[in-house]
């Protein structure tokens, strides 16, 4: 099998493949032809085609979170590549390595009235970590530029890493063929910085809380952590997302702050150690906000500049895991104060009040459809969360054991949550995937499902509360009287039948007395239906919840 006749792309896909990239998504066009047919006929490049970019760029990123392999995606010229954007966002905030790859007129055709240009160099300036732009008038492949792809490249393996843009710029003919030439690069080697452990003397005597955002799932980390919250001055809060699982955790922020007042110093900690990305509850971030801490230490590599809480002593960029087994080995006097007792009391309290919690409407609401959840979904499973209600809701109830939670938390916007789930299920075809998403999300990502063949281990939930569930909740927006006009995406139909279109077979669901029967089959049936549209009573929704925190509350 021959490769593009062009030396430039041979070069760039050969660079891709020594530096780990495996997979591919390309979206068709002609300006990146070349390229399609590189890295079709590369025996190490698996590719796959998605025609919406927008969708292409949310898959990669499902794929390379999923698989924790850099993936690459490639588009023609022209607008094309601005539709990579928010997934390039989402990668940035989420520590997702991905590779944008455009395809682009040479460089003095932009700006000179050529079709389908526009400028392309550094579109994604802020938010990736680098960018490197080859064009074939000028390219000669010399050391320099093997140097110069080499350090490019390395961003994705490094300890804080992220989405990089390289842009090429091709002559016509784009079609032409020839033998695969040969390319030697040297080896490269990642500097390794010595780690320095801070003084840990000062936590000693302190209330200590820990707080651990989204995260892959961490088992070294999670042990360390588990031992680390035996100590009764310790309180480890964790959510869904932060994928860590132990009885000593406070699982449920927002059903814990439900309990405490905030002015209450016996619960307020006088350290804090965070970990991981974002969080989801704004009650912790705004409790935090309000403290004065003696100490905040953030532990990890990205964003070093980040202060959430407006309360940052050091970034301590290191592991997570070789900070919590030096602090382990630390002799330090933490068993002066119940402060973990204190919080545990409250989470027990509360997680006992939730099993006897009932609404008395009769027609089917949002938290029903997540109380059933609780009890029917069993792992091993990888659980995706759309954002606004979806994300939220499920911060209410612990995590189920052998269940995965992702969610696309670095930007928070609703724009991807299908292709993400997608990409994700494509990465690991032997697990099965669920995506539970409201209706606005769905229909704002539907074009992911065009993706053919499309994944048989991913079934969709879609919750139809008529798309504003998230304004009724959140203060401000509810009292309104622009919300429906203008905050919500109110709409009467069934975005199940978008679906339908695209050649799915769809259950609807809108009875509160069939809910529990019909989750257990479709989650039970792998060759039943995919999708699964779920009608709420959008009134509801807001009265519910605000029952639920009265019900729970001590």
């Not at 814990?256 to 905030?262: G, H």
């Not at 993706?451 to 798309?467: A, V």
């Amino acid at each position: 099998m021959q490769s593009s006749d062009k030396e430039l792309v041979q070069f760039v896909v050969e660079a891709l493949v020594q530096h780990g990239i495996q997979k591919v998504v390309l979206s068709p066009g002609s300006r990146n032809a070349p390229f399609a047919i590189a890295f079709d006929a590369h025996p190490q490049i698996e590719t796959r085609v998605v025609h919406d970019e927008r969708a292409a760029a949310f898959i990669a990123l499902g794929w390379a979170e999923q698989s924790q392999t850099p993936v690459a995606i490639c588009c023609t010229s022209g607008s094309a590549c601005l539709n990579y954007y928010p997934a390039i966002a989402e990668a940035y905030y989420r520590n997702i390595p991905i590779l944008a790859l455009t395809a682009d007129r040479p460089a003095k055709w932009i700006n000179q009235g050529d079709g389908q240009t526009i400028v392309q160099r550094e579109v994604f300036k802020n938010h990736t970590h680098s960018y490197l732009g080859f064009d074939e008038d000028s390219f000669v492949l010399n050391t320099s530029n093997k140097n110069a792809i080499q350090q490019f490249l390395a961003y994705l393996s490094r300890s804080w890493k992220g989405p990089i843009h390289l842009n090429i710029g091709l002559n016509e003919p784009l079609y032409g063929l020839a033998a695969f030439k040969q390319f030697s690069f040297e080896p490269q080697t990642n500097k390794v910085e010595p780690t320095i452990l801070p003084d840990f003397s000062v936590l000693s005597g302190k209330k200590i809380m820990v707080l651990v955002g989204q995260m892959e799932p961490n088992h070294p980390f999670e042990r360390l952590l588990s031992e680390f919250a035996s100590w009764s001055n310790v309180v480890v809060l964790v959510e869904n997302t932060s994928n860590l699982q132990n009885e000593l955790f406070n699982h449920c922020i927002d059903r814990s702050l439900n309990s405490i007042d905030p002015n209450d110093s016996a619960f307020q900690p006088e350290v804090l150690l965070s970990f991981g990305g974002a969080i989801v509850s704004k009650r912790i971030k705004a409790y935090l906000r309000q403290i004065s801490l003696y100490i905040h230490w953030r532990i990890g590599f990205d964003f070093p500049e980040m202060n959430t809480f407006g309360t940052l002593s050091a970034q301590l960029s290191q592991d997570p895991v070789i900070f919590m087994r030096a602090l382990l080995q630390t002799s330090l006097n933490l068993q002066t104060t119940n402060f973990k007792g204190k919080w545990k009391a409250i989470d027990y309290k509360a997680k006992d009040r939730l099993t006897q919690f009932t609404s008395s409407a009769q027609h089917l609401h949002d938290f029903d459809v997540f109380q059933a959840l609780q009890a029917t979904l069993e792992g091993p499973l990888n659980l995706h969360l759309a954002n606004s209600s979806v994300v939220r809701y499920a911060q209410l109830f612990d995590p189920i054991p052998s269940v995965t939670y992702f969610s696309n938390r670095g930007t928070s916007g609703i724009d991807g949550s299908v292709s993400t789930a997608v990409g994700a299920a494509l990465a690991s075809p032997s697990e099965q995937h669920l995506l539970i998403c409201g209706d606005t999300s769905f229909i704002y990502d539907s074009n992911a499902l065009w993706t053919s063949p499309f994944p048989k281990n991913l079934k969709i939930m879609i919750i139809q509360n008529h798309g504003g569930g998230i304004f009724q909740i959140i203060p401000g927006p509810a009292q309104s009287p622009l919300r429906e006009q203008y905050f919500e995406a109110t709409h009467p139909h069934h975005p199940g039948k978008i679906a339908e279109g695209f050649g799915f077979e769809v259950h609807y669901l809108s009875e509160k007395s069939k809910l529990e029967n019909t989750l257990a089959a479709f989650l039970a049936d792998n060759n039943g239906p995919q999708i699964l549209e779920i009608s709420t009573e959008q009134s509801l929704n807001a009265q519910v919840l605000k029952d639920f925190f009265n019900f729970v509350k001590n």
